[in-house]
Antibody, heavy 118, light 107 residues
Framework: EVQLVQSGAEVKKPGATVKISCKVSGYTFTDYYMHWVQQAPGKGLEWMGLVDPEDGETIYAEKFQGRVTITADTSTDTAYMELSSLRSEDTAVYYC???????????WGQGTLVTVSS | EIVLTQSPGTLSLSPGERATLSCRASQSVSSSYLAWYQQKPGQAPRLLIYGASSRATGIPDRFSGSGSGTDFTLTISRLEPEDFAVYYCQQYGSSPAFGGGTKVEIK
């Protein structure tokens, strides 16, 4: 069974950095891209970026460029998303999602809530 | 950057009724790169349709997708109680993007 299991909820102060993990099981980690998606409370889905675990190459959405770093550790089949200079607007649930060979996102992790508050 | 606009924002229907959700793109999207997702409160999105019209594994055949170019549609032929949720379209080209979502609520 394919599973993406994310790390637990985080509470951070403004200006801090958060790093979320997404552990993969059930498929060969390096065969598929890993995407990250932000969902603010009561809002829609926003794509943040992706990593190719095969070679570590990344593509980031313009909105998050400069503040987000997505990495992949092939020794543990785990992807990471680090978001820096946190502000209250970054309070959201963050999802990892496997990018299929065709490009659609499936499956998704369970989500990680990040709360940014002083 | 391709912008996806979903309509209506909210659809109020009764179980057994037909739901028709629209997704319009700001520029042409290859049909191979259009997907639909369902999201229920407190849950992650779930893939329903990919390639504009192909159902994902385990998705009931009451869900169907159609369209091409800039206009795409998700149809739920007869709403079941578990279908009341938010639905998102997505284009997954070089810079993936989601529509704003359509909430299907019980009338």
């Amino acid at each position: 069974e394919v599973q993406l299991v994310q790390s637990g909820a985080e509470v951070k102060k403004p200006g801090a950095t958060v790093k979320i993990s997404c552990k993969v099981s059930g498929y060969t980690f390096t065969d598929y891209y890993m995407h990250w998606v932000q969902q603010a409370p009561g809002k829609g889905l926003e794509w943040m970026g992706l990593v190719d675990p095969e070679d570590g190459e990344t593509i980031y959405a313009e909105k998050f460029q400069g503040r987000v770093t997505i990495t992949a550790d092939t020794s543990t089949d785990t992807a990471y998303m680090e978001l820096s200079s946190l502000r209250s607007e970054d309070t959201a649930v963050y999802y990892c999602a496997t990018g299929s060979l065709g490009g659609w996102f499936d499956p998704w992790g369970q989500g990680t809530l990040v709360t940014v508050s002083s | 950057e391709i912008v996806l606009t979903q309509s209506p924002g909210t659809l109020s229907l009764s179980p057994g009724e037909r739901a028709t959700l629209s997704c319009r793109a700001s520029q042409s999207v290859s049909s191979s790169y259009l997907a639909w997702y369902q999201q229920k409160p407190g849950q992650a999105p779930r893939l329903l349709i990919y390639g504009a019209s192909s159902r994902a594994t385990g998705i009931p055949d009451r869900f169907s997708g159609s369209g091409s170019g800039t206009d795409f549609t998700l149809t739920i032929s007869r709403l079941e109680p578990e279908d009341f949720a938010v639905y998102y379209c997505q284009q997954y080209g070089s810079s993936p993007a989601f529509g704003g979502g359509t909430k299907v609520e019980i009338k």
